[in-house]
């Protein structure tokens, strides 16, 4: 078993006990800790060479971001198959896919768990596993009041945003996708693979990993007196929306005069024209049985 582990988080006690009691059960576990950016990728290149065909990642969103963009970057009959060790604040990628965040358990499933083909998504030439969320959304860090969590559960992140927005400028660019295309005035925007992000929210509830579709959602700029619309929107999302938009596309452009600010499993990334697209079973993926994000 191999497993590379982000270095911030190699000297946890739960992580090293769960790797001690890895190592009585399995005849060889070798564990790389990262230091600096690019090491995912160099360890990555370094198991292939020496024909590892199993990797482990341990970490949050952003690491399962690097080991993601990294295996992309080889043909695709030499990316090892990859299992996840959720050690990361949010971990939404992995706790949507139901993987165990408990260490113990997560790294018994990388060891016999059945892999299945799953899709990834690019911006540009970057890559990314969960979701991308573009405009004011990747710029505001949610401090979402408690009675808006109760009364709207996964949608009071996205929600928080907006409101916050309510008075921000929104960005105006076009988009363009097979179906069709339009000028673009939002605030926010989520270009989902997979189904939540914020720790939890749930922003793509239809979303499956293995079906070569992106998930796009679009909030326009909205008045005040409209919230309760809004609200609605947000339960029954549909392409049909006023102020949300929801619909599926294996890729979508967009197109601005001036730059976007754009969150790829929480790594920032800046652009004024990005073209996001999915690359279907991409990577061999270890998952529960019971994940509910395989269709």
């Given at each position: ?107 018994r499933l990388a060891v016999s768990g059945n892999c299945t083909a799953v899709d990834i998504a690019k911006a540009n030439e970057r890559h990314f596993a969960n979701m991308a969320t573009g405009g004011f959304g ?101 392409a049909n929306g006023r102020y949300i938009k929801y619909f599926q596309t294996p890729w979508v452009e967009s197109e601005s005069d ?38």
């Amino acid at each position: 078993m191999h497993i590379i582990l982000n270095g911030k988080k190699a000297g946890y006690e739960t992580v090293r006990s769960a790797i001690s009691t890895l190592r009585e059960e399995v005849d060889r576990v070798d564990v790389r800790a990262t230091y600096e950016f690019g090491d995912v990728e160099r360890f990555v290149n370094e198991a292939v060479r020496d024909g590892e065909t199993r990797i482990v990642i341990g970490g949050g969103d952003g690491s399962v971001n690097e080991v993601v963009d990294a295996m992309a970057k080889l043909p695709r009959e030499q990316r090892p198959e990859l299992a996840i060790l959720p050690l990361g604040t949010a971990n939404d990628f992995a706790t949507a896919c139901q993987i165990p965040l408990n260490s113990l358990e997560a790294l018994r499933l990388a060891v016999s768990g059945n892999c299945t083909a799953v899709d990834i998504a690019k911006a540009n030439e970057r890559h990314f596993a969960n979701m991308a969320t573009g405009g004011f959304g990747a710029q505001v860090t949610a401090e979402t009041p408690v009675e808006l969590k109760n009364f709207l559960g996964g949608g009071a992140y996205t929600l928080t945003g907006v409101l916050k927005a309510i008075n921000f400028v929104p960005y105006q660019g076009k988009m363009k996708t097979p179906d069709f295309e339009s000028e673009l005035t939002g605030v926010v925007a989520a270009i989902c693979n997979g189904r939540q992000a914020g720790g939890g929210q749930v922003l793509a509830p239809n979303a499956y990993i293995n079906d070569g579709l992106l998930d796009v959602v679009i909030v326009s700029q909205f008045p005040l007196s409209d919230l309760p619309q809004v609200i609605e929107e947000i339960r029954n999302p549909s392409a049909n929306g006023r102020y949300i938009k929801y619909f599926q596309t294996p890729w979508v452009e967009s197109e601005s005069d001036e730059i976007i600010p754009l969150n790829l499993d929480g790594e920032p990334y800046r652009n004024k024209n990005i073209r996001f697209e999915i690359v279907p079973a991409a990577i061999d993926l270890v998952l529960p049985a019971s994940c509910p994000c395989l269709k």
